[in-house]
């Protein structure tokens, strides 16, 4: 060990913005390293309402000193990389989820009834080509209602391409599981 060799280095940080690439750099070092889930730290009582980092810090190296952490499981780079493209593909269906909501809300505004046999959690193209050729009655609308629409064809895209990416993934990388 290059760094520090007459001494045993013991580090820990809570898990958080900047991944695990500080862990995996000072594990290069030969340093036993501790990424913590900050809700398994114990607080004294009175720092669960007053935090800064100066607290944390000096809390994390009492508890480590003490045996209170338990490490997390590192991942390697690429199961973290697939961990980001599903993150992104469940944030992306949230907002596939909040524009469809923005569309029937702005429908139901302007007293635009869906017709019953398309108001379904699925959208039928049959009811997107509906939503296409309906006429608000204002050029304004029709160009929010139209925006609206580019976003949620935008985002559909989106999720197909994404779903894609993580089953060629799967199909490449993890044909065991």
Not at 23 to 49: H, L, M, Y
Request: glycine fraction near 2%; charged fraction near 30%; aromatic fraction near 14%.
């Amino acid at each position: 060990m290059k760094n520090y060799p007459e001494y045993q280095v013991s580090i820990a940080y809570e898990v958080g913005c900047f991944g695990y690439r500080p862990a995996r750099t000072f594990e290069s070092f030969g340093w036993d390293t501790f990424v913590v889930n900050p809700a398994d730290i114990p607080r004294p009582a009175k720092n669960k309402f007053i935090k800064t980092d100066k607290i944390d810090a000096k809390n994390i190296a009492k508890q480590l000193r003490a045996g209170n952490l338990y490490k997390i499981t590192i991942p390697k780079p690429i199961r973290e990389s697939l961990r980001s493209l599903t993150r992104q593909r469940t944030a992306v269906v949230r907002d596939y989820r909040r524009i469809k909501c923005r569309i029937k809300s702005l429908l139901s505004y302007y007293h635009i009834s869906i017709p019953p046999d398309m108001d379904t959690p699925k959208w039928p193209k049959l009811f997107l080509v509906w939503l296409e050729e309906l006429d608000l009655g204002f050029n304004n609308t029709n160009y929010t209602f139209k925006s609206m629409l580019n976003q949620y064809y935008y985002i559909d895209e989106e999720i197909k391409e994404l779903s894609n990416q993580i089953r060629k993934y799967c199909r490449q990388n993890l044909k065991k599981d």
